[in-house]
Each structure stands twice: as C-alpha cells, then as structure tokens.
C-alpha cells in the first residue's frame, strides 16, 4: 500500500509563489511516475505536471513554463514550484502515483494511488 500526503498549499495574491510536496511511502518510491492533477469548484479534475520514474517531466499546456516540477527519490518527495500564480490556479491540487517502471499520463484512472488534497486559493 502506497500512501501519498500533500503539503504547502495555502492562499497568496495573484503573481505569488507556493511550493507543493507530495510525501510518499513505500520502498520503491524510485519506480512510480508521480503526477499533481488539481480540481476547481465545478470542474473537472485536470492533469497539471507529472514525472516518471526516470525523471522524464510532463507539463499541461495551462501551466508550463509557469510550473516546475521535481522529485528527491531520497526524501521520497515530488515537489510543484508554482509561480508567477493567477486567480485560475484556484484549485484543490491532488498527487498520484503509478506503480512501477510506468511512464506519466493525463489520464486520471491510470494512478493507483492519490493523496487527500491540498487547497490553493489566488485572490486577484
């Protein structure tokens, strides 16, 4: 069983910064593809960064060059720099895993496993 845990979101001004941390367990956190999706009140659940286990690195067209993402296989942590934020970042941010060896997807029902949430509120 793989647990994830979200951390570091919060509320900021527009054109502020926050660092998302997604801690995970399990001994072969090396081999899962992570991936941060984020939901806004009334929408759907949308893919936003993701990394595979060979640090192979895919952004959503909404949040590239805007985003950076990043794993210590030591800490067992993925890491979202988010900068430069917009009211339209407003979301719920969620980390997901697969297990192993597996390349990143957009697609929800790929990942085994997901974390509780973090909320992230931009006010303009």
């Known amino acids: 069983q793989v647990q994830l845990v979200e951390s570091g979101g919060g509320s900021v001004q527009a054109g502020g910064s926050l660092r998302l941390s997604c801690a995970a367990s399990g001994r072969t956190f090396s081999r899962y593809a992570v991936a941060w999706f984020r939901q806004a009140p009334g929408k759907e659940r949308e893919f936003v960064a993701g990394i595979s286990y060979s640090s192979a690195i895919y952004y959503s067209d909404s949040v590239k060059g805007q985003f950076t993402i990043s794993r210590n296989n030591a800490q067992k942590t993925v890491y979202l720099q988010m900068n430069s934020l917009k009211p339209e970042d407003t979301a719920v941010y969620f980390c997901?895993?697969?297990?192993?060896?597996?390349?990143?997807?957009?697609?929800?029902?790929?990942?085994?496993?997901w974390g509780q949430g973090t909320q992230v509120t931009v006010s303009s």
């Open positions: 997901a895993a697969r297990l192993w060896d597996v390349a990143v997807t957009t697609t929800l029902s790929d990942y085994d496993y």
